[in-house]
C-alpha cells in the first residue's frame, strides 16, 4: 500500500495553509487541514479551503516529482467528454416537462392558531 512521505505531506500542509479562504475556522482549528488518512495523505478541510485551487496546486507539485507521478496518475487523465445525447423516446421527454407539485402541502384554516394546550371556546 502506498504511503506518502513526510517531505510530501509537509508540501501538502503549506498547500492547505495557502489556499484557505477564512481567517477563523473552527472545523480546523486555522490549519486548513482536519487530519491525515490511512495512506498519510491530507484531508483538507471544505469549510475553508479552496478546493480547486488546493487541488490544482497538488497536480503542480506532483507533476514536479516522479515519484509521485505513478500513483497521482487519475489526477492528470482527462475527463471523459460528455456523451453526445441521442433521441430521447417522447414520453420521456413529456415526463420531464411535467410541473411538480408540492407533496404534504398543509391545507389554510381560518381563524388563530392554537399551540399547545390551549382550549377551544
Known amino acids: 500500500m502506498f504511503n506518502l512521505d513526510e517531505k510530501h ?26 487530519g491525515v488518512s490511512e495512506q498519510n495523505l491530507l484531508v483538507l478541510c471544505t469549510r475553508c479551503v479552496d478546493m480547486d485551487a ?28 460528455e456523451a453526445v445525447e441521442g433521441e430521447d423516446h417522447p ?14 402541502k398543509m391545507a389554510y384554516t381560518p381563524g388563530p392558531k392554537r399551540t399547545g394546550r390551549a382550549k377551544k371556546i
Open 91 to 104: 414520453a420521456q421527454q413529456d415526463y420531464e416537462h411535467k410541473k411538480s407539485h408540492p407533496v404534504g
Open 54 to 81: 488546493a487541488m490544482e496546486d497538488w497536480k503542480k507539485y506532483v507533476g514536479e516529482h516522479e515519484e509521485l507521478k505513478e500513483h497521482f496518475s487519475e489526477l492528470f487523465e482527462e475527463a471523459p467528454a
Open 9 to 34: 505531506l509537509e508540501a501538502a500542509k503549506k498547500i492547505a495553509l495557502d489556499n484557505r479562504k477564512k481567517k477563523r475556522c473552527d472545523e480546523c482549528y486555522d490549519r486548513g487541514w482536519i
